[in-house]
């Protein structure tokens, strides 16, 4: 088939890939000027979420927020990811050593809300397991000074950064074809409409994420999806603290806002996020920049030499629901809602599309 795929972020790629590599004739249109990461920084044009993304791969702890279908595509994607992080031909930083509760003395009302809910909510062998001062000292030695700690098994994490590039990379290789610079103004069954002109496929995919609202100078499409996207503002920041050896993701339960931190090579340690009901993509808050990083010295006191090196703000994909949500019609697919959970789910979502497909 000769498919068209509107947005080249974490979906538009895992797509341009998976169907390149079936043997179809695969374009990708996306405004971005490269398959590279941006150049991050204020009056940066808006670029996908799948590039700012902490790559937490938490079935599990994302049950606070979402529901059973979402823990199920998780599940199911944590086992497709190393088979396609294998297929890309250059190495991804993707590990599955387990993620971490965390709450200090005083909170644990807070913290055993959300721990109460997920031993609830998890099914057998997935409920967050109760770790004593011995066993995270095990796990994690310099984590220091929390009064709760829960371990969650089975989840993951992966480089968000460099899968973003690789995926471009082996999806190229395996035949894709990229119109970069160019943005889609309108999608209708079997086309893609550009400033350039029209072009005609089998197939269109629309996997714009905030992008996928219609152009208020051209035809808004009364499908009742779309227009309902939102972007919902997250904020982190990139500490340098190669004396740190963090071994998995850790969160903070914490009474007021979650903080999580994600270990990445190179000596690197990611702290996010905020989640803000604002569409505004402008340099993180003082106030989110104190909540984030007074949690993670509370958690890892020694991240006080830690070095600031580099901070982000973009948009969530949202629908109303929070839920993932994807319409299949001739000609037409459209996929978008990933919100806070696209690199949890995206491979399991993006193998039940393609098997409806066929
Ligand atoms: C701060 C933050 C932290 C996150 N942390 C995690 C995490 O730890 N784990 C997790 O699973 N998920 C996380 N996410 C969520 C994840 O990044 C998103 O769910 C995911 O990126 C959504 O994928 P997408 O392909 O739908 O959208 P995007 O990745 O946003 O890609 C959309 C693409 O469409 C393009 N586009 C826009 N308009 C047009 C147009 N008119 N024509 C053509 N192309 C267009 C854009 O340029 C972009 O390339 C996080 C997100 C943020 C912001």
């Known amino acids: ?31 971005a000027p ?32 979402a529901d059973e279908h979402v823990f199920a595509l998780g599940l199911r994607s944590l086992d497709l990811w190393p088979a396609i992080v294998a297929d890309l031909g250059v190495p991804v930083e993707l590990h599955r050593r387990g993620s971490l509760l965390l709450a200090h003395r005083g909170d644990e009302g807070a913290a055993h809300r959300v721990v109460d809910l997920l031993q609830h909510k998890a099914p057998a062998g997935h409920a967050p397991q109760r770790l ?8 994690e030695p310099d984590v220091h000074g929390v009064a709760h700690a829960w371990l969650l098994p089975h989840e993951g994490q992966i480089h968000t950064v460099q899968a973003m590039e690789a995926l471009a ?28 002109g029209v072009s005609r496929f089998d197939c269109v995919f629309d996997v714009r994420g905030t992008g996928a609202r219609p152009d208020p100078a051209g035809v808004a499409p009364n499908d009742g999806f779309t227009p309902q996207v939102r972007g919902v503002r ?59 990083l007074a949690a993670a010295h509370s958690i890892i006191p020694e991240l006080a030499e830690a070095r600031i090196v580099h901070t982000e703000t ?15 019609s001739p000609g037409l697919v459209r996929i978008n809602g990933l919100f806070r959970h696209g ?7 993006v193998e039940q599309t393609l098997k409806d497909l066929a």
């Open 234 to 292: 997250g904020e982190i920041i990139w500490l340098h603290a190669p004396g740190v050896a963090l071994q998995r993701p850790v969160r903070l339960l914490h009474p007021r806002h979650r903080v999580y931190l994600v270990p990445r090579e190179g000596g690197h340690i990611v702290v996010g996020a905020s989640e803000i009901e604002s569409e505004d993509r402008s340099p993180i808050s003082l106030r989110s920049t104190v909540e984030l």
């Open 314 to 328: 973009n948009l969530r994909p949202a629908l109303p629901d929070n839920l993932p949500r994807v319409d299949q």
């Open 169 to 196: 990379h082996a999806a190229t290789a395996a035949g894709a074809r990229w119109h970069w610079g160019v943005a889609a103004s309108q999608l209708q069954a079997g086309e893609i409409h550009t400033p350039q």
């Open 132 to 139: 004593d001062a011995a066993a995270l000292r095990e796990l």
């Open 1 to 31: 088939m000769h498919i068209g795929i509107a947005g080249a972020g974490l979906l538009g790629r895992l797509l341009a890939f998976e169907l390149s590599r079936a043997g179809h004739s695969v374009e990708v249109f996306d405004p």
């Open 34 to 65: 490269g398959p590279q990461a941006p150049v991050f920084g204020p009056g940066t044009a808006p670029y996908a979420a799948g590039w700012t993304a902490a790559g937490m791969l938490s079935p599990t702890a994302e049950l606070e927020a």
């Open 343 to 349: 690199w949890l789910i995206a491979p399991a979502l």
